[in-house]
């Protein structure tokens, strides 16, 4: 266990925010369902919907992607399904289906001092993608995760989660 958990973690998160896209809204300390993130990270892009790419429709669609980062000190395997359970709520709760809606992630990155070597495994097979197809609902979310073990110095993503690597090439763990 690392003894300056507190003071890695805050660093860790300035560092992400700061290699976090300009074109995302960012506030630090949100309550989400009672879980205050470190920092919340929003991204909203209205486009007006063109027939064959060419003439406009009169309509538009919409995208989202949110990230939220949390400490957890421990990611043990009773950890990871609690965070799990909890990002896949939000995933429902907070999109923002309708018929113009196009695509949604929502994304946890938990900071860890350390991570248990059975939740590695399980972290990898995490997936929540949802196909929205009821009348009135279009498009499609994913929920996606990142553990960042500081101990170890590694990141762990769940299925689709590598992508979001990018977004952690300049961490300094």
């Known amino acids: 266990m690392i003894s300056d958990f507190p003071n890695r973690f805050i660093d860790i998160v300035n560092q992400i925010e700061k290699n976090i896209p300009n074109e995302f809204e960012k506030k630090r ?40 980062i949390y400490a957890c000190p421990t990611l043990n395997t009773n950890e990871l399904e609690k965070w799990w359970n909890f990002i896949c709520k939000q995933q429902e709760k907070l999109i923002p289906v309708d018929e113009n809606h196009e695509f949604s992630l929502v994304s946890l990155i938990l900071v860890c001092s350390d991570v248990t070597d059975d939740t590695i495994k399980n972290i990898k097979k995490l997936e929540n993608y949802i196909k929205y197809n009821k009348s009135g609902e279009n498009g499609w979310s994913n929920a996606r995760m ?10 762990y993503t769940s299925k689709n989660g590598d992508v979001l ?9």
């Open 29 to 68: 300390m949100v309550n989400y369902d009672g879980n205050i993130a470190a920092l919340s990270a929003s991204f909203t892009i209205n486009n007006e919907k063109k027939w064959l790419g060419i003439m406009p429709t009169g309509r538009s669609t919409h995208c989202h992607e949110l990230r939220l």
């Open 165 to 173: 690597l990018n977004t952690l090439k300049n961490i300094k763990l």
């Open 146 to 155: 990142i553990a960042i073990d500081l101990e170890k110095q590694k990141i």
